[in-house]
């Protein structure tokens, strides 16, 4: 349902200056994904979820475009987010994913998520009253993932690390598709 962002999250990799850039969609999208893309990505049909992480590579965004999937293949993509001992951006449908399957447990320090409030409050219901700066060191105590907070003053931290705020930006960066772009940069 949201090819673009995939094609965001990959033409932001692109732009940050990855060297090789393969874009995995499941097979019935995968052709409209591929007419999207600039000719430097790389698009690559799958059938199964799971088998998308056999390819070769040196980090992963996921969740740009992903959309709500099947229980089962939610369970896929944990397992393999879990397995992978490569760096990775959790983003979008990810998180929300992450949520709905009260699957937070499964990040470590080799991960970085990228919320917005929404989908932060959706991670850690727990933590929505706070102010934004407590409610990430809270989060990142629980969990050694990088926490990126998307927001008017983007808060970036991870466990026993100071806490960063970037106040740059302007109003045009709360555009739906910047946060794909933000992944795919960081991936």
């Known amino acids: 349902s949201y090819t673009g962002?995939?094609?965001?999250?990959?033409?932001?990799?692109?732009?940050?200056?990855a060297g090789l850039v393969t874009?995995?969609?499941?097979?019935?999208?995968?052709?409209?994904?591929?007419q999207k893309c600039p000719p430097e990505i790389i698009v690559r049909g799958y059938?199964?979820?799971a088998g998308a992480f056999d390819s070769k590579c040196d980090a992963w965004v996921i969740g740009c475009g992903l959309g709500m999937i099947a229980d089962h293949e939610a369970q896929q993509l944990f397992e393999s987010i879990q397995q992978s001992a490569l760096p990775m951006v959790i983003d979008a449908d990810a998180l929300n994913l992450l949520a709905k399957h009260?699957?937070?447990?499964?990040?470590?320090?080799?991960?970085?998520i990228t919320p917005h409030p929404g989908e932060?409050?959706?991670?850690?219901?727990?933590?929505?009253?706070l102010p934004r700066e407590s409610a990430v060191r809270e989060f990142v105590k629980r969990f050694p993932a990088t926490l990126l907070l998307k927001g008017g003053r983007t808060l970036v931290t991870q466990q026993n690390q100071r806490l960063w705020c970037n106040s740059t930006g302007s109003p045009g960066m709360a555009t739906g598709g910047q946060g794909d772009l933000l992944a795919g940069v960081i991936g």
């Open 102 to 112: 009260s699957q937070t447990g499964i990040l470590t320090e080799k991960h970085v």
């Open 120 to 129: 932060f409050r959706r991670l850690a219901p727990d933590l929505a009253g």
């Open 5 to 17: 962002a995939a094609v965001l999250a990959a033409t932001g990799a692109i732009r940050a200056g």
């Open 23 to 34: 874009l995995h969609a499941p097979l019935p999208a995968a052709a409209v994904i591929s």
């Open 47 to 49: 059938s199964s979820l």
